[in-house]
């Protein structure tokens, strides 16, 4: 092997084993986004099945009163779109890129784990996934 080839082949070496390392760091700040959605899933079940909401606010009013005594737990997700929903006295946080384009996360406070490891998935839309009637057991 000349100079030449070595140099280039020592250079996929070193951009594979970048490429390799990434995987992890994004994989762990999911992990850790994915342990702050749980937080803001169970703020959101909390003000669904207690608080009793107004039945015509929208996903951002839903989120903003259910973080109000403690803003951090949406400001953690500043960046991302988060999306609500609320069905039968169950909710369910969702989190998608910026753009809307892809989901990330999903999760259903009353389960006990996250829900959805979505940014594990080939990219799918900004669609809620978990099914409370199904995931949840009735009150």
């Known amino acids: 092997m000349n100079?030449?080839?070595?140099?280039?082949?020592?250079?996929?070496?070193?951009?594979?084993?970048?490429?390799?390392?990434?995987?992890?760091?994004t994989n762990e700040a999911m992990l850790i986004k994915a342990a702050q959605l749980t937080k803001l899933a169970t703020a959101l079940e909390s003000t669904?099945?207690?608080?009793?909401?107004?039945?015509d606010l929208d996903e951002q009013g839903l989120l903003q009163l259910a973080t109000q005594h403690d803003p951090q737990l949406l400001a953690n997700f500043a960046?991302?779109?988060?999306?609500?929903l609320a069905k039968a006295r169950h909710s369910t946080v969702l989190v998608c890129t910026a753009d809307g384009q892809r989901r990330l996360m999903e999760d259903a406070a009353c389960t006990v784990e996250l829900d959805k490891h979505h940014w594990k998935?080939?990219?799918?839309?900004?669609?809620?996934?978990?099914?409370?009637?199904?995931?949840?057991?009735?009150?």
């Open 3 to 25: 100079l030449p080839s070595k140099t280039v082949l020592l250079a996929c070496v070193v951009l594979l084993a970048a490429c390799l390392e990434d995987e992890p760091a």
């Open 48 to 55: 669904v099945r207690y608080k009793n909401p107004p039945a």
């Open 79 to 84: 960046g991302l779109k988060v999306r609500a």
């Open 121 to 139: 998935e080939s990219a799918q839309p900004c669609e809620f996934t978990v099914d409370t009637a199904v995931a949840c057991p009735a009150p």
